[in-house]
């Protein structure tokens, strides 16, 4: 009998060598039509997944929810079923000005400011993703067109302190270009479980937007915003596509 991870509720039969990992659990219906042989696998909490091909290449979309220790939970258990590359397509908020909604955010690294990663190991161990993940991902961007930067990104684990305006403002004149909750978590585990991780993300919220109004259009099905979204998907299945032929 096949043992079944406890939270994301996938065993070894369901596994295939990459998953894409989006923190919205809406969000699997929609890379869902971009893949083809889509099969509904799991619903749990914040874990829903499926399965699918693209372009011949079988993938895992499994949703995260909000933060680190949730997304810590789904690479160790991805890992226990055999996943070895994991791709983050998450949503972003800008910290330079030059990053515009919909624009792609490709992580090169990202600042430990979140306690999961923190909980594996100190602080000087680095959040950086997988090589050649990394390359699939800029040269995916790159041949599709697509508006995106990359550089390093701070990871976090609140919206709403009291210094956020302070906090943001200290780690965009020190050179970050946005902040996410997850990718940090990620680059670190997979690192130490010997996972390949990457992340892009797509501008939510520009430098000088408001925070709830950004999330808030994205939810609604802003243009700018749901372009980017597709456009991030587009770039991890290519990039998978990338990895797979180059094995």
């Known amino acids: 009998m096949e043992f079944i991870q406890p939270h994301i509720q996938l065993s070894k039969k369901q596994s295939t060598d990459y998953a894409l990992l989006p923190g919205d659990p809406g969000r699997i219906k929609r890379i869902a039509g971009f893949l083809e042989e889509v099969k509904e696998l799991a619903n749990n909490r914040e874990y829903c997944s499926i399965s699918g091909t693209y372009k011949g290449v079988g993938i895992l979309a499994v949703s995260t929810g909000i933060g680190g220790p949730s997304l810590g939970i789904a690479v160790e258990e991805l890992k226990n079923i055999g996943v070895k590359t994991l791709i983050r397509i998450g949503s972003c908020g800008a910290l330079q000005k030059d990053l515009k909604l919909g624009n792609l955010l490709i992580a090169t690294g990202a ?12 602080q000087g161990y680095p959040a950086v993703p997988d090589a050649d993940v990394l390359f699939a991902l800029l040269e995916s961007a790159k041949e599709q067109g697509f508006p995106y930067q990359y550089g390093r990104i701070r990871s976090h684990d609140s919206f709403y302190t009291d210094q956020e305006e302070e906090i943001n403002r200290y780690w965009s004149q020190k050179g970050i270009l946005g902040s996410d909750m997850e990718s940090a978590a990620l680059f670190v585990i997979g690192g130490l479980r010997g996972v390949k991780t990457g992340s892009v993300l797509n501008v939510v919220v520009e430098k000088a937007g408001n925070l709830e109004c950004g999330i808030n259009d994205y939810v609604d099905g802003d243009a ?11 770039t991890a299945l290519e990039a998978v596509v990338k990895l797979a032929n180059n094995k």
């Open 224 to 234: 700018a915003a749901m372009d980017g979204e597709k456009r991030e998907i587009i």
């Open 111 to 122: 600042v430990r400011n979140e306690g999961t990663s923190l909980a594996y190991v100190e």
